[in-house]
């Protein structure tokens, strides 16, 4: 205990090689186990010099919070899939955050383009599709920033084998502000 109450008083002390920090479990005397991040510090300021100080943090919290977190991310990802809707999400420079299965169906996308991130290759894809480019032109200029702000628009894009498809963009928000 006097330990600690120097180290607190002089931080100074405090200064020394810290280990990487270990997630691990620690054992309770009844037996339960808790997830703690510990650290071993070696002490290099007098008078500790050469000690060796073993701190745990308790990750109780954070470990619920992630599992919450994920359990939200899985809601919102099934929710994206089940849609009859085709959905592609882009940030405010039109790079592609994301798309659902639906929307890889309408638009016919090769195996390549599912399994890797290529923007460049997959605007390619759905530009060859489209059988009118200004109407395609259009389209691709909802990715970009310029539009966002103008609410919901709709282009009708026919592709090349005769389906029509209507494009509804709108701005992706979050607490006020436009992400994409």
Not at 22 to 42: E, F, K, M, Q, Y
Not at 43 to 62: D, I, K, M, S, V
Not at 144 to 157: K, P
Request: net charge negative; glycine share 8%.
């Amino acid at each position: 205990e006097a330990l600690w109450d120097d180290l607190r008083e002089h931080p100074a002390a405090w200064s020394g090689e810290a280990s990487l920090p270990t997630d691990t479990w620690v054992l309770a005397c009844n037996g339960s186990r808790h997830p703690v991040t510990s650290r071993i510090t070696v002490l290099t300021a007098p008078p500790y010099a050469g000690l060796a100080l073993a701190t745990a943090r308790p990750r109780t919290l954070e470990l619920a919070l992630r599992e919450e977190l994920d359990r939200r991310v899985g809601e919102l990802e099934a929710t994206l899939e089940s849609t009859a809707d085709g959905i592609i999400v882009t940030d405010l420079h039109g790079t592609v955050q994301r798309f659902n299965r639906r929307f890889a169906q309408l638009w016919r996308l090769p195996e390549l383009l599912l399994t890797r991130r290529d923007d460049a290759a997959l605007k390619a894809w759905l530009r060859s599709r489209a059988s009118d480019p200004a109407a395609w032109s259009r389209l691709q200029e909802r990715w970009h920033c310029g539009s966002v702000g103008a609410g919901e628009q709709t282009e009708l894009v026919q592709l090349h084998d005769g389906v029509l498809l209507e494009c509804v963009g709108q701005p992706l928000t979050s607490a006020g502000v436009v992400l994409g």
